[in-house]
């Protein structure tokens, strides 16, 4: 077996979505002005964590998607999200929604507390052309539904998507075959997982730092890794905790105007017409 190795660093800056929400984005920040920085499929991936309100209490009001998925996962705090098609749903400490917005979603995500910590993600996934116009939908994801796996060395991982030694998570398959796991491990712990070549893997730290292959990652830097087909991953002396995202390449055009992704520039027009003509979401 192969060991990848980073093929890419991608360095999170700060940024503000929503009515103001305060946030890290690495995938789908511009490199330099110029293009997002992307790792088909995966379009973007934002991290917020704050325990000051006016930092997060504004949320993300109503807004249109097309063409995508959106991964929310809370690890602290309370959100609450509402569509056009009169669907409400709860997302708590730990929980996960995983909405695929197909063809058009109009919604909101809104904090449904003052004060105290919000703490979590949001990635987009991509869709394959002959899908962005399917049906919109969702499921949230409680935290009970989250296995989590005992690692050799005293590690842990939660495993959304994918299966981990034998462990399913709740999704599973589609046509990207995503693999979301929240691994934490102790100091110089280590992981080492086979992971098929033909997939994008991304690497995120978010507590502590990591070296693969001899390369260090630090916390809130992004690693795209190379071809091979296993992952090893050693914790530095304080720990860490890291998402590891996989996925299978779309190897697609994409074409994105602000929450629409399509594969052509008449596409995204169509979705601002469509947007506009109030038929987005039909």
């Given amino acids: 077996m192969t060991t990848r190795k980073i093929q890419q660093i991608i360095d999170s800056v700060p940024a503000s979505d929503g009515a103001g929400v305060r946030l890290r984005r ?16 995966f379009l973007m991936l934002d991290e917020f964590s704050s325990e000051n309100p006016d930092d997060y209490v504004a949320g993300f009001p109503s807004h249109p998607h097309r063409g995508f998925e959106t991964v929310t996962y809370l690890l602290d705090g309370h959100m609450l999200h509402e569509d056009h098609l009169g669907n409400r749903g ?44 399917r049906p919109a939908g969702y499921r949230d ?6 296995p989590a796996v005992a690692l050799a060395g005293g590690g842990r991982a939660k495993v959304v998507a994918g299966t981990l030694n034998g462990t399913a998570g709740p999704i599973q398959g589609g046509s990207t075959d ?25 690497i ?23 071809s091979g087909d296993r992952v090893e991953i050693t914790a530095a002396a304080d720990g860490a ?23 052509t520039r008449a596409e995204i027009e169509q979705a601002i017409r469509d947007y506009q003509n109030g038929v987005l979401a039909v």
């Fill in 26 to 41: 690495s995938l789908g920040a511009a490199d330099h002005g110029s293009l997002p920085m992307r790792a088909d499929p």
């Fill in 90 to 133: 709860d997302l708590k400490s730990g929980g996960v929604q995983w909405m695929t917005a197909g063809r058009g979603i109009i919604h909101s995500e809104m904090p449904q507390q003052e004060n105290g910590r919000m703490r979590g993600f949001q990635l987009w996934i991509n869709l394959p052309a002959k899908e962005k116009m």
């Fill in 141 to 146: 994801i409680q935290p009970s539904e989250i």
């Fill in 178 to 202: 995503p693999i979301y796991w929240d691994i934490e491990l102790p100091s110089n712990g280590f992981f080492s997982q086979e992971i098929k070549d033909h997939k994008t893997v991304y």
């Fill in 204 to 226: 995120y730290p978010f507590e502590g730092s990591v070296e693969i292959a001899d390369r260090a990652l630090k916390t809130h830097q992004g690693a795209v890794l190379g």
């Fill in 241 to 263: 905790r890291f998402l590891l995202l996989a996925a299978q390449p779309l190897q697609e055009p994409v074409v994105q105007y602000g929450p629409f992704v399509m594969n």
